[in-house]
């Protein structure tokens, strides 16, 4: 077994957690509309950090195991395979459903979490992770128009002429 095929199976099952974790807090008929009614909003906005904590810091194996898995193929340290992206498209996509949901109930507890002082920062951290889940999840000929890639295309010549953007 590769590493990349074992921290593949380490964030499979770190996200499977997650999934769990989310399913367990957002069970009730209402997605958290009974925690959010409960006598103890406080209880849930502790449950409700962790759960958003978890989910920025997944975002960020997957986003870290993709990207390095693409550099090893780019530079042929090991060969493509499709069934190892359809893995990693998977990770991306049962994340974001499980996020969605945790957000849903942010939206819900937002007023009394936000009261109590918890870190709204690492809310925005995981909405900004779902917008990009989103986007690298939607086909190409969805995301883009062709106008708008004319655009991005003149707009990223112009930027290395000018010698703003350096190659990576």
């Not at 099952?13 to 974790?21: E, H, P, S, V």
């Not at 530079?75 to 998977?90: D, H, L, T």
């Not at 109590?116 to 969805?142: N, Y």
């Not at 991005?152 to 112009?158: K, P």
Request: aromatic share 10%.
């Amino acid at each position: 077994m590769s590493i990349a095929e074992s921290r593949l199976i380490f964030v499979e099952t770190r996200a499977g957690l997650y999934r769990q974790q989310v399913e367990s807090e957002t069970e009730s008929e209402n997605d958290g509309a009974d925690a959010v009614q409960s006598s103890k909003p406080v209880i849930a906005c502790f449950d409700l950090v962790d759960l958003i904590a978890q989910g920025a810091n997944l975002f960020d194996s997957i986003n870290r195991l993709d990207n390095d898995w693409r550099m090893l193929v780019y530079s042929k340290v090991v060969p493509y395979r499709e069934a190892f992206e359809r893995r990693i498209e998977k990770l991306y996509s049962n994340w974001l459903e499980a996020s969605e949901r945790v957000i849903v109930l942010y939206t819900k507890l937002e007023a009394e979490y936000k009261a109590r002082g918890f870190d709204v920062d690492l809310a925005e951290k995981l909405l900004a992770a779902i917008r990009e889940a989103r986007g690298t999840l939607t086909p190409d000929d969805k995301f883009f128009s062709h106008q708008k890639l004319v655009d991005l295309r003149d707009a990223a010549i112009d930027e290395s002429r000018s010698g703003e953007a350096f190659p990576v």
